[in-house]
């Protein structure tokens, strides 16, 4: 009975860890096709959103989240939600909105406020390349913080950048550069249009920093 009860112990130790080696293996196997990611699900947010502070002037009040869900160890797709407070046009060169010339100021400021689409494409390791889509509705408001309209614009980023991880993947830093363009803008005051047409419907290379956690 005794040597029974081994040879039945010896076989089912034989035979569960046969099953962990397979489900193992399996694991290995599926990851390395690219089918199950550590974590699905994350949150982050860009730099910007712990920046609200300062001469009211020239705070923009910048909120932005990305909400994201992993398809793959490769591929992330997600929703962002952001909402900004312009006292000056996107479309000027760096070079100029880092002089702060009220000369290039709206006579008022304009809330942007959106909800939309990203995806996120792992290149090799690290790199990243991403696409964000944000339609958003404008609403502008003289010096005197009165309402004079409401408009639409649909803004699009263009990002290229190098994720790492912390904490065992479950914290994320993103820093990046992004390209940004509006095709469509519509129902702008006259005071605020004639300062967007002295500039671009676009900005290049703007550095950014995304912070987030996995789970």
């Known amino acids: ?63 932005e989240f990305h909400f994201g869900y992993m398809l793959t160890p490769k591929d992330k797709i997600g929703i962002k939600v952001a909402t900004w407070k312009l006292f000056a046009t996107m479309g000027m060169p760096m070079k100029e909105q880092l002089k ?7 006579p008022g400021r304009l809330r942007e406020s959106g909800i939309g689409v990203a995806y996120q494409r792992m290149i090799w390791k690290g790199l990243f390349a991403s696409v964000e889509i944000l339609p958003q509705l404008k609403i502008y408001s003289d010096e005197n913080d009165k309402n004079i309209g409401k408009g639409f614009k649909l803004y699009t980023s263009y990002h290229l950048g190098y994720h790492i991880s912390l904490f065992n993947n479950r914290m994320f830093i993103e820093p990046q550069i992004h390209c940004n363009y509006w095709p ?10 004639e300062i967007d047409e ?6 290049l290379f703007e550095p950014n920093l995304h912070i987030g956690i996995n789970f």
């Open 198 to 203: 002295v500039w671009n419907n676009y900005f």
């Open 100 to 106: 702060f010339s009220e000369s290039n100021f709206y």
């Open 1 to 63: 009975m005794k040597t029974q009860r081994i040879t039945a112990v010896l076989a089912c130790a034989f035979l569960l860890t046969q099953a962990y080696s397979q489900n193992s293996r399996l694991t290995l196997e599926t990851s390395a096709l690219g089918s199950v990611p550590q974590h699905k699900f994350s949150v982050s947010t860009a730099y910007h959103t712990f920046l609200n502070f300062g001469e009211e002037k020239t705070n923009t009040h910048h909120y």
């Open 184 to 193: 469509i803008d519509t129902n702008t005051p006259q005071g605020f249009k």
